[in-house]
């Protein structure tokens, strides 16, 4: 069972994508399947951030930095291939086939371009494409499943019409993948306003807590989160969306279900559970933020994305050995 996903290295790694995927990206490397392990590939996806204009300097230390903090979390490249995309030309190879078989109403439809481009005349031909390049990056592995947050479930409906209609074409050229979408955790929203999905390009710092926060920028966002004045700990995502989100946070990050947080807070009140809240945050994050300090600097993060590379360029080269001959291109 083949595995794949990334994350974007925009910096601000937070909760929300700790989460919604990372969590699951390391559960699904010691996933036993028939014949042996899942074999995972973890990809630090910075050809999909410069769809919108970066700072040289600071993607190459991004890229890094998203690497490192995939080692931090608990991914081990013993058990899975972690790399940078742009050391794969093959993405951006399989992409423009695609690009070949996707319709522009289909990306029309695509919610996430619909919000980046708003009120953008000149918005990047790349922001507009960019689902496709993410289709390129699962089918190139031929990979079975796809660990995401919720945010992307309609990115990977598109990749999975795109390799039907492939496939319907030729044959069994692709492999037709799923998203795994945790329960709780899959949808983490902003602190300050819980209507809102929680994102690294918030200009509000309080309205996420980032794996690398320290202890008092973790306890500030989450004193002053958005809550309700009801008073009450009950999960309640239509009335309480503040709350109920504080809730999914403690669960996921504590292990405790839902039920047991609501019962463990009956008759406390907002400022007892957030301080409590906060200390759950807090111990979760400050192994990770202690491995990450001792991996960043290190060689050893180097030498796993170049045998990562190496790795995944072999793999991505049969592919597309695979996906020329069926288009008949090439000699
Ligand atoms: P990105 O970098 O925005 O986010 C990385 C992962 O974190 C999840 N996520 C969340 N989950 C729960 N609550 C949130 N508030 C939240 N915000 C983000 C995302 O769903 C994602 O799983 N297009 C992708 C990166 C990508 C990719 C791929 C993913 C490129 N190619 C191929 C899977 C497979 C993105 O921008 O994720």
């Known amino acids: ?27 699904l490397q010691d996933e036993a399947v028939p014949g042996g392990r899942a074999e995972p590939f973890y990809c630090v996806v910075d050809l999909h951030a410069i769809t919108v204009p970066k700072d040289p300097a600071q ?13 931090a979390v608990g991914i081990d490249p013993k058990k899975s291939t972690v790399f940078i995309q742009s050391d794969v030309p093959g993405h951006a190879e399989l992409a423009w086939v695609l690009m070949c078989n996707t319709y522009t109403g289909e990306l029309s439809r695509m919610t996430q371009f619909k919000e980046k481009s708003r009120g953008n ?46 496939n319907n074409r030729f044959g069994d050229v692709f492999v037709v993948p799923e998203g795994r979408f945790l329960k709780e955790g899959a949808r983490v929203m902003s602190l300050d306003n819980p209507l809102a999905k929680m994102s690294k390009s ?36 239509e009335n309480k969306p503040g709350v109920t989100n504080l809730i999914n946070i403690y669960s996921a990050l504590s292990g405790l279900s839902v039920e047991a947080v609501e019962r463990k807070y009956e008759g406390v009140g907002y400022g007892a559970f957030k301080n409590d809240l906060a200390e759950v945050a807090i111990d979760a994050l400050t192994p990770i933020k202690k491995r990450f300090d001792e991996i960043r600097p290190s060689e050893e993060l180097k030498a796993v994305l170049r045998d990562g ?4 360029n072999e793999i991505a080269a049969r592919t597309m050995a695979r996906v020329k001959g069926y288009f008949g291109l090439g000699k």
């Open 59 to 71: 993607l190459r230390e991004n890229n890094l930095d998203v690497a490192a903090l995939y080692l």
């Open 309 to 312: 590379a190496e790795r995944a």
């Open 202 to 237: 918030a200009e509000n710092q309080l309205s996420r807590i980032s794996l690398l926060d320290d202890e008092a920028k973790i306890r500030k966002a989450i004193m002053k989160s958005t809550t309700d004045s009801e008073g009450s700990i009950r999960y309640d995502l």
């Open 1 to 27: 069972m083949r595995i794949f996903s990334g994350v974007q290295p925009t910096g601000n790694i937070h909760i929300g994508n700790y989460l919604g995927a990372l969590r699951q990206f390391v559960e």
């Open 121 to 166: 005349e000149s918005a990047p031909a790349g922001l507009f494409t960019y689902p496709v390049l993410m289709a390129s990056d699962i089918l190139l592995y031929d990979s079975d499943v796809v660990p995401v947050g919720h945010d992307q479930k309609q990115h990977i409906e598109l990749c999975r019409d795109v390799a039907i209609r492939v």
